[in-house]
């Protein structure tokens, strides 16, 4: 039967590969368990619709929803104001506004693609017109939007807790300490990096005279409570009990709805029309692939697959580090060619009882889960938040790749490495709120 999975394995891959839509590689991977692994598709069906009425998943689609409204509406730009008051005046300033936002966003939208597509279009064209080269800025702007994908409430960290039976608000919480340490990592290479450049200039607001500094400064401010305004209620409301998290992503795109049309005035009645069916359609390209990956992920638990990993890695180590090394590498690898959600869906259930037997926690390993494949979503072949920045940024990966790498091998990799060995930074703020 493992000669199966692992033909199973090997077609998912070459249809990865050969960029067939995400839904139809996965329902190929099925179709090919029921016909030669003999996995019943009736009870895989049922099984499959069962999973797709809870309550919890509600909140994907609800999250993407919030997330367009808020990359159409206003609220990035003046984040990125409220931002540029703090750090306007240092060489470099800029591109810390970049990471801190993406962070902000990422705490509204929990997605990674709302980053690069709600600051992008703003802040590229502002960091070109200080003198950063266009790949740098664009390079910034996508690897700091992965971001979405830690600060919480982060959507594959919902997908963690449902496939898993682990705590939500403790899988949101442990990845809290990574993403920090990843805002500071990134704002301290790209400060250093910022003075290596000839042609970079302060901003506008770092030049202008000191009278009317201040009076732009409170009005920016005042302007970005409405936008500030969210996270706090958010999180709050999460974090307090007030509400689900599938509550909190209705409260984000209800709330951030009204603000775009009254106060920022930047959402239009056609606009909003376009928003919703455009976030209708990705909503279902996303949820026929997550039946199919639940569907393929259960057949392979059903067949023993975990219990069979846990013997073949036993057999040829011991030896725990090493063990998490290969973990890691794995999943890194997964992160390269599917989706984040995906890879959370397919192998979660997959490698968890193999981490227990290793005496990790399922808190710890949901931030190791989260980091890894947050990773693989800025690195080739799949890179899809890349490709995305690379679209918004209108440069070519030629320019984009140098910057990319140097991000995620001095600034990332070693975010994965301390999340990995140091579980305090991933366990503190859940043993904190007793979740852990």
């Given at each position: 039967?493992?000669?199966?999975?692992?033909?199973?394995?090997?077609?998912?891959?070459?249809?990865?590969?050969?960029?067939?839509?995400?839904?139809?590689?996965?329902?190929?991977?099925?179709?090919?368990?029921?016909?030669?692994?003999?996995?019943?598709?009736?009870?895989?069906?049922?099984?499959?619709?069962?999973?797709?009425?809870?309550?919890?998943?509600?909140?994907?689609?609800?999250?993407?929803?919030?997330?367009?409204?808020?990359?159409?509406?206003?609220?990035?730009?003046?984040?990125?104001?409220?931002?540029?008051?703090?750090?306007?005046?240092?060489?470099?300033?800029?591109?810390?506004?970049?990471?801190?936002?993406?962070?902000?966003?990422?705490?509204?939208?929990?997605?990674?693609?709302?980053?690069?597509?709600?600051?992008?279009?703003?802040?590229?064209?502002?960091?070109?017109?200080?003198?950063?080269?266009?790949?740098?800025?664009?390079?910034?702007?996508?690897?700091?939007?992965?971001?979405?994908l830690l600060i919480p409430p982060s959507v594959i960290m919902i997908f963690y807790g449902w496939v898993t039976d682990t705590s939500i608000l403790a899988a949101f919480l442990?990845?809290?300490?990574?993403?920090?340490?990843?805002?500071?990592?990134?704002?301290?290479?790209?400060?250093?990096?910022?003075?290596?450049?000839?042609?970079?200039?302060?901003?506008?607001?770092?030049?202008?005279?000191?009278?009317?500094?201040?009076?732009?400064?409170?009005?920016?401010?005042?302007?970005?409570?409405?936008?500030?305004s969210l996270p706090v209620i958010i999180l709050g409301g999460i974090y307090g009990g007030i509400f689900t998290p599938t509550e909190a992503a209705a409260v984000a795109g209800?709330?951030?709805v009204p603000i775009g049309f009254w106060v920022y005035k930047e959402l239009k009645k056609e606009k909003f029309v376009s928003i919703v069916n455009e976030s209708a359609v990705?909503?279902?390209?996303?949820?026929?692939?997550?039946?199919?990956?639940?569907?393929?992920?259960?057949?392979?638990?059903?067949?023993?697959?975990?219990?069979?990993?846990?013997?073949?890695?036993?057999?040829?180590?011991?030896?725990?580090?090493?063990?998490?090394?290969?973990?890691?590498?794995?999943?890194?690898?997964?992160?390269?060619?599917?989706?984040?959600?995906?890879?959370?869906?397919?192998?979660?259930?997959?490698?968890?009882?193999?981490?227990?037997?290793?005496?990790?926690?399922?808190?710890?390993?949901?931030?190791?889960?989260?980091?890894?494949?947050?990773?693989?979503?800025?690195?080739?072949?799949?890179?899809?938040?890349?490709?995305?920045?690379?679209?918004?940024?209108?440069?070519?990966?030629?320019?984009?790749?140098?910057?990319?790498?140097?991000?995620?091998?001095?600034?990332?990799?070693?975010?994965?490495?301390?999340?990995?060995?140091?579980?305090?930074?991933?366990?503190?703020?859940?043993?904190?709120?007793?979740?852990?």
């Open positions: 039967m493992l000669t199966i999975v692992a033909l199973d394995v090997i077609l998912l891959v070459v249809l990865l590969m050969l960029s067939i839509p995400l839904p139809y590689c996965f329902g190929g991977a099925l179709a090919f368990m029921a016909i030669f692994g003999g996995a019943s598709m009736k009870s895989m069906m049922l099984w499959g619709f069962n999973q797709m009425i809870s309550p919890i998943l509600v909140a994907s689609p609800l999250f993407i929803l919030a997330g367009t409204i808020m990359g159409s509406c206003g609220i990035a730009k003046h984040l990125l104001n409220f931002a540029d008051i703090f750090v306007g005046k240092i060489k470099g300033g800029i591109g810390v506004v970049a990471v801190v936002t993406c962070a902000i966003i990422g705490a509204i939208s929990g997605s990674g693609f709302t980053g690069v597509a709600a600051t992008g279009p703003i802040l590229i064209p502002r960091m070109v017109e200080q003198g950063y080269p266009r790949g740098y800025a664009t390079a910034l702007v996508t690897v700091s939007s992965v971001l979405g442990s990845t809290v300490g990574p993403g920090v340490l990843i805002v500071i990592t990134f704002s301290i290479i790209n400060l250093i990096w910022a003075h290596k450049f000839p042609n970079v200039s302060l901003g506008e607001i770092a030049t202008t005279a000191e009278i009317d500094l201040k009076q732009r400064n409170m009005k920016r401010i005042i302007r970005a409570i409405p936008a500030l209800v709330v951030s990705s909503i279902g390209a996303i949820m026929t692939m997550i039946i199919f990956t639940l569907m393929l992920s259960q057949t392979y638990v059903l067949l023993r697959v975990p219990q069979a990993l846990i013997e073949i890695l036993f057999n040829v180590t011991t030896n725990k580090v090493i063990l998490l090394i290969i973990i890691n590498i794995f999943l890194f690898l997964v992160g390269m060619i599917v989706n984040d959600i995906t890879g959370m869906i397919l192998v979660a259930p997959l490698l968890l009882p193999l981490v227990t037997e290793l005496g990790i926690s399922p808190v710890h390993f949901a931030a190791i889960m989260g980091v890894n494949l947050a990773m693989g979503g800025v690195t080739p072949p799949y890179a899809s938040i890349l490709y995305l920045g690379m679209r918004i940024g209108k440069c070519e990966f030629s320019e984009i790749l140098k910057p990319t790498m140097v991000f995620l091998l001095l600034g990332y990799v070693p975010i994965v490495i301390l999340t990995t060995f140091w579980p305090s930074l991933s366990l503190f703020l859940p043993r904190l709120f007793g979740l852990a």
